[in-house]
């Protein structure tokens, strides 16, 4: 089966620029999470959805960040404009919801590593 | 707040020795449980998990973890250690009410021939 497939694995941009990225949770999982790993704040969990809906984006930044999902196979965390701390690699990780009620257990994609020069 | 604390950021063993690395957390009631596991350039992938019942759980590869609700505490261990075993261990905690996770800092785990 596949896994929580993120695109791209690697990006570099420059200051100001819009970033995009894409995450394929596993198919049937109701849940999507959005994480940043960095060094000096380890896994921050920015936002996450259920069902299609966020829930909670307490996590994310700023407004220059922003997250959809179009339907259950699809999502995308967008960065506008970019800035050189937005330098991080982003997780995507999807669950299932058992009854509504989420567990935690994640299923993590690669990562994408965001480098904002 | 809830919180989850890793205390020790790297620890080094020997091939074949056993291991512990320890995890305390900080919740109103007791969560769920769950140590990650991260190679690098690599997302995280799950070990074990508790839940509730059996305060040890086994997980995959051979670790296993024990649950000690007086201590706060979810300790992984692994009798024998592989060289392969060399990563970033996270362990991490979800409330049942949201299911928001909230992860450790990690401990980076190397292991000596």
């Known amino acids: 089966d596949a896994g929580v497939i993120q695109s791209p694995r690697h990006e570099v941009t420059e200051m100001g620029q819009e970033v995009t990225l894409r995450c394929k949770p596993i198919?049937?999982?109701?849940?999507l999470f959005w994480y940043r790993q960095t060094m000096m704040r380890g896994l921050e969990l920015l936002i996450y959805?259920?069902?299609?809906?966020?829930?909670?984006d307490s996590g994310m930044p700023e407004d220059r960040f922003s997250a959809k999902m179009p339907n259950a196979s699809f999502s995308t965390l967008k960065i506008q404009p970019s800035e050189p701390r937005d330098s991080a690699v982003y997780f995507c990780?999807?669950?299932?919801?058992?009854?509504?009620?989420?567990?935690?257990?994640?299923?993590f994609g690669e990562g994408s590593r965001l480098t904002v020069l | 707040a809830q919180s989850v604390t890793q205390p020790d950021i790297h620890i080094t063993v020997s091939e074949g020795a056993s291991l512990e690395l320890r995890c305390n957390y900080s919740?109103?009631?007791?969560?769920?449980l769950f140590w990650y596991v991260q190679s690098p350039g690599q997302g995280l992938q799950l070990l074990l998990k508790?839940?509730?019942?059996?305060?040890l759980v086994q997980g995959i590869k051979g670790f296993e973890a024990e649950f000690k609700r007086s201590q706060s505490s979810f300790n992984l261990r692994k009798p024998s250690v592989h060289w392969s075993d060399a990563a970033e261990y996270f362990c991490?905690?979800?409330?049942?009410?949201?299911?928001?996770?909230?992860f450790g800092q990690g401990t980076t785990l190397q292991v000596k021939p």
């Open positions: 959805f259920n069902n299609n809906v966020p829930i909670d």
């Open positions: 990780a999807s669950s299932l919801a058992r009854g509504g009620a989420l567990t935690g257990e994640l299923f």
């Open positions: 198919s049937g999982h109701n849940s």
């Open positions: 991490a905690a979800s409330s049942s009410n949201t299911g928001k996770l909230i």
């Open positions: 919740y109103g009631a007791t969560p769920y």
């Open positions: 508790y839940f509730s019942g059996d305060t």
